[in-house]
Protein backbone atom coordinates (compact mmCIF):
# COMPACT_ATOMS: atom_id res chain seq x y z
CA UNK A 1 0.00 0.00 0.00
CA UNK A 2 0.95 3.60 0.12
CA UNK A 3 3.20 4.43 2.97
CA UNK A 4 6.43 7.07 3.82
CA UNK A 5 8.75 5.31 5.71
CA UNK A 6 12.15 6.26 7.36
CA UNK A 7 15.27 4.09 7.16
CA UNK A 8 17.19 5.21 10.71
CA UNK A 9 14.63 5.69 13.45
CA UNK A 10 17.18 7.26 15.64
CA UNK A 11 20.12 9.69 14.89
CA UNK A 12 22.86 10.77 16.99
CA UNK A 13 25.19 13.78 16.67
CA UNK A 14 27.45 16.29 17.66
CA UNK A 15 26.73 19.73 17.43
CA UNK A 16 28.23 21.88 15.17
CA UNK A 17 28.31 18.46 12.91
CA UNK A 18 26.01 17.95 9.88
CA UNK A 19 22.66 15.72 10.03
CA UNK A 20 21.30 13.96 7.48
CA UNK A 21 17.79 12.40 7.58
CA UNK A 22 16.47 9.93 5.20
CA UNK A 23 12.81 8.84 3.86
CA UNK A 24 12.28 6.54 1.15
CA UNK A 25 8.68 6.76 -0.02
CA UNK A 26 6.32 4.04 -1.99
CA UNK A 27 3.91 6.25 -4.25
CA UNK A 28 5.31 7.33 -7.68
CA UNK A 29 2.28 9.73 -8.29
CA UNK A 30 2.93 11.85 -5.31
CA UNK A 31 4.05 15.10 -6.42
CA UNK A 32 4.71 17.38 -3.27
CA UNK A 33 7.09 16.19 -0.25
CA UNK A 34 7.29 17.99 3.04
CA UNK A 35 9.51 17.74 5.50
CA UNK A 36 8.41 18.16 9.68
CA UNK A 37 10.00 19.00 13.14
CA UNK A 38 8.29 17.79 15.76
CA UNK A 39 9.20 18.85 19.63
CA UNK A 40 7.81 16.98 22.49
CA UNK A 41 4.44 18.28 23.36
CA UNK A 42 3.94 20.19 19.90
CA UNK A 43 2.19 19.80 16.79
CA UNK A 44 4.38 19.50 13.82
CA UNK A 45 6.24 22.34 12.56
CA UNK A 46 6.89 22.93 8.81
CA UNK A 47 10.72 22.62 7.72
CA UNK A 48 10.98 23.22 4.06
CA UNK A 49 9.32 21.67 1.15
CA UNK A 50 9.77 20.24 -2.49
CA UNK A 51 7.87 19.39 -5.55
CA UNK A 52 8.36 16.50 -7.46
CA UNK A 53 9.37 18.73 -10.86
CA UNK A 54 13.29 19.49 -8.39
CA UNK A 55 15.73 17.55 -7.04
CA UNK A 56 16.71 20.03 -4.58
CA UNK A 57 15.70 23.16 -2.55
CA UNK A 58 17.64 25.08 0.38
CA UNK A 59 16.87 26.81 3.12
CA UNK A 60 18.43 28.33 5.98
CA UNK A 61 20.95 25.77 7.04
CA UNK A 62 18.58 23.05 5.80
CA UNK A 63 18.22 21.09 2.45
CA UNK A 64 15.66 18.80 1.04
CA UNK A 65 17.30 16.45 -1.98
CA UNK A 66 14.55 14.47 -3.80
CA UNK A 67 15.65 11.50 -6.06
CA UNK A 68 12.17 10.18 -8.10
CA UNK A 69 14.47 7.17 -9.53
CA UNK A 70 14.88 5.48 -6.28
CA UNK A 71 12.33 6.78 -4.35
CA UNK A 72 14.24 8.95 -1.56
CA UNK A 73 14.24 12.27 0.12
CA UNK A 74 16.82 13.51 2.39
CA UNK A 75 16.98 16.30 5.16
CA UNK A 76 20.30 17.80 5.54
CA UNK A 77 20.88 20.01 8.84
CA UNK A 78 23.87 21.95 8.65
CA UNK A 79 25.65 22.76 11.97
CA UNK A 80 23.44 21.27 13.98
CA UNK A 81 22.27 22.66 17.00
CA UNK A 82 21.34 21.34 20.43
CA UNK A 83 17.77 23.14 19.00
CA UNK A 84 17.51 20.97 16.52
CA UNK A 85 16.72 18.40 18.53
CA UNK A 86 13.05 17.00 17.90
CA UNK A 87 11.40 14.19 15.71
CA UNK A 88 11.60 14.62 12.08
CA UNK A 89 8.94 13.01 9.75
CA UNK A 90 8.65 13.48 5.99
CA UNK A 91 5.27 13.53 4.45
CA UNK A 92 4.25 13.01 1.02
CA UNK A 93 0.88 14.60 -0.82
CA UNK A 94 -0.51 12.16 -3.33
CA UNK A 95 -1.43 13.88 -6.66
CA UNK A 96 -4.66 12.25 -6.71
CA UNK A 97 -5.59 14.16 -3.25
CA UNK A 98 -7.65 16.56 -4.89
CA UNK A 99 -5.22 19.65 -4.17
CA UNK A 100 -5.36 19.44 -0.57
CA UNK A 101 -3.00 18.37 2.34
CA UNK A 102 -4.19 14.89 2.55
CA UNK A 103 -1.06 13.86 3.75
CA UNK A 104 1.23 10.69 4.09
CA UNK A 105 3.21 10.71 7.19
CA UNK A 106 6.30 8.61 7.87
CA UNK A 107 6.93 7.23 11.14
CA UNK A 108 9.72 9.35 12.15
CA UNK A 109 13.23 9.99 12.83
CA UNK A 110 14.74 11.06 16.28
CA UNK A 111 17.58 13.34 16.10
CA UNK A 112 19.85 13.83 19.48
CA UNK A 113 21.98 16.31 19.12
CA UNK A 114 25.04 15.92 22.09
CA UNK A 115 27.47 19.04 23.02
CA UNK B 1 3.60 29.27 18.46
CA UNK B 2 1.95 28.99 14.66
CA UNK B 3 -1.87 30.62 16.02
CA UNK B 4 -3.27 27.59 15.68
CA UNK B 5 -5.07 26.57 19.43
CA UNK B 6 -6.49 23.81 20.29
CA UNK B 7 -8.06 22.94 23.58
CA UNK B 8 -8.08 20.75 26.18
CA UNK B 9 -4.33 20.19 25.71
CA UNK B 10 -5.15 16.90 27.58
CA UNK B 11 -8.26 14.46 28.19
CA UNK B 12 -8.46 11.69 30.18
CA UNK B 13 -12.35 9.74 29.64
CA UNK B 14 -13.20 6.32 31.18
CA UNK B 15 -14.20 3.52 28.22
CA UNK B 16 -17.58 4.67 26.57
CA UNK B 17 -17.80 8.19 27.55
CA UNK B 18 -18.09 11.23 24.80
CA UNK B 19 -15.61 13.47 24.14
CA UNK B 20 -15.36 16.82 22.44
CA UNK B 21 -12.19 18.47 21.23
CA UNK B 22 -11.96 22.21 19.87
CA UNK B 23 -9.77 23.96 17.31
CA UNK B 24 -9.35 27.76 16.31
CA UNK B 25 -8.03 28.13 13.00
CA UNK B 26 -5.30 30.92 11.64
CA UNK B 27 -8.30 33.49 11.28
CA UNK B 28 -7.93 34.11 7.53
CA UNK B 29 -7.42 30.43 6.69
CA UNK B 30 -10.27 28.74 5.17
CA UNK B 31 -9.00 25.45 4.98
CA UNK B 32 -9.05 23.25 8.08
CA UNK B 33 -7.99 19.48 8.60
CA UNK B 34 -8.16 17.24 11.72
CA UNK B 35 -5.28 14.34 11.84
CA UNK B 36 -4.56 11.57 14.69
CA UNK B 37 -1.31 10.61 14.99
CA UNK B 38 -0.42 7.94 17.97
CA UNK B 39 3.04 6.98 20.14
CA UNK B 40 5.68 6.66 17.68
CA UNK B 41 4.28 7.35 14.73
CA UNK B 42 3.19 9.94 12.26
CA UNK B 43 -0.06 11.69 11.66
CA UNK B 44 -2.69 10.35 9.95
CA UNK B 45 -5.23 11.89 7.98
CA UNK B 46 -8.53 12.24 9.58
CA UNK B 47 -10.92 14.22 7.80
CA UNK B 48 -10.87 17.90 5.63
CA UNK B 49 -13.04 21.11 5.47
CA UNK B 50 -12.93 23.89 2.84
CA UNK B 51 -15.26 26.65 4.72
CA UNK B 52 -17.80 24.91 6.30
CA UNK B 53 -18.32 22.15 4.15
CA UNK B 54 -16.70 18.74 5.12
CA UNK B 55 -14.92 16.93 2.10
CA UNK B 56 -13.28 14.52 2.64
CA UNK B 57 -13.50 11.79 5.55
CA UNK B 58 -10.97 9.33 6.15
CA UNK B 59 -11.93 5.42 6.49
CA UNK B 60 -9.96 5.84 9.93
CA UNK B 61 -13.07 7.90 11.07
CA UNK B 62 -15.43 5.83 12.13
CA UNK B 63 -19.19 6.46 13.05
CA UNK B 64 -18.66 7.12 16.63
CA UNK B 65 -16.53 10.44 15.12
CA UNK B 66 -18.06 13.08 14.04
CA UNK B 67 -16.33 16.81 12.83
CA UNK B 68 -17.90 19.99 12.47
CA UNK B 69 -16.95 23.85 11.07
CA UNK B 70 -20.18 25.28 11.52
CA UNK B 71 -19.67 28.82 10.62
CA UNK B 72 -16.17 28.15 8.56
CA UNK B 73 -14.35 28.77 11.69
CA UNK B 74 -13.45 27.05 15.02
CA UNK B 75 -14.12 23.56 14.26
CA UNK B 76 -14.96 20.15 16.82
CA UNK B 77 -14.42 16.76 16.85
CA UNK B 78 -16.45 14.82 18.80
CA UNK B 79 -15.85 11.35 19.87
CA UNK B 80 -18.63 8.84 21.17
CA UNK B 81 -18.38 5.43 23.29
CA UNK B 82 -14.86 6.20 23.62
CA UNK B 83 -12.87 3.21 23.17
CA UNK B 84 -9.23 2.68 24.76
CA UNK B 85 -7.97 2.07 20.65
CA UNK B 86 -8.63 5.83 20.77
CA UNK B 87 -5.89 7.17 22.97
CA UNK B 88 -4.32 9.11 20.93
CA UNK B 89 -2.78 13.28 19.68
CA UNK B 90 -5.57 14.55 17.43
CA UNK B 91 -3.83 17.76 15.39
CA UNK B 92 -5.93 20.05 13.87
CA UNK B 93 -4.25 22.40 11.11
CA UNK B 94 -4.93 25.03 8.92
CA UNK B 95 -3.94 26.64 5.69
CA UNK B 96 -4.89 28.80 2.89
CA UNK B 97 -4.37 27.86 -0.52
CA UNK B 98 -2.54 30.53 -2.15
CA UNK B 99 -1.32 27.90 -5.10
CA UNK B 100 -1.28 24.26 -6.55
CA UNK B 101 0.34 23.42 -2.17
CA UNK B 102 -0.12 25.22 0.25
CA UNK B 103 1.64 24.91 3.76
CA UNK B 104 -0.27 23.17 6.93
CA UNK B 105 -0.25 25.01 10.32
CA UNK B 106 -0.56 22.51 13.04
CA UNK B 107 -1.67 23.35 16.69
CA UNK B 108 -0.01 21.71 19.63
CA UNK B 109 -3.11 18.98 19.37
CA UNK B 110 -4.98 17.52 21.98
CA UNK B 111 -3.62 14.51 23.99
CA UNK B 112 -6.85 11.73 24.53
CA UNK B 113 -6.36 8.53 27.25
CA UNK B 114 -9.12 6.35 27.61
CA UNK B 115 -8.93 4.73 30.43
Known amino acids: GESVGLHLPTLSVQEGDNSIINCAYSNSASDYFIWYKQESGKGPQFIIDIRSNMDKRQGQRVTVLLNKTVKHLSLQIAATQPGDSAVYFC??????????????FGAGTRLAVHP | DTGVSQDPRHKITKRGQNVTFRCDPISEHNRLYWYRQTLGQGPEFLTY????????KSRLLSDRFSAERPKGSFSTLEIQRTEQGDSAMYLC?????????????FGSGTQLSVL
Open chain 1, 91 to 104: AENPSGSGGYNKLI
Open chain 2, 93 to 105: ASSAKTGKHEKLF
Open chain 2, 49 to 56: FQNEAQLE
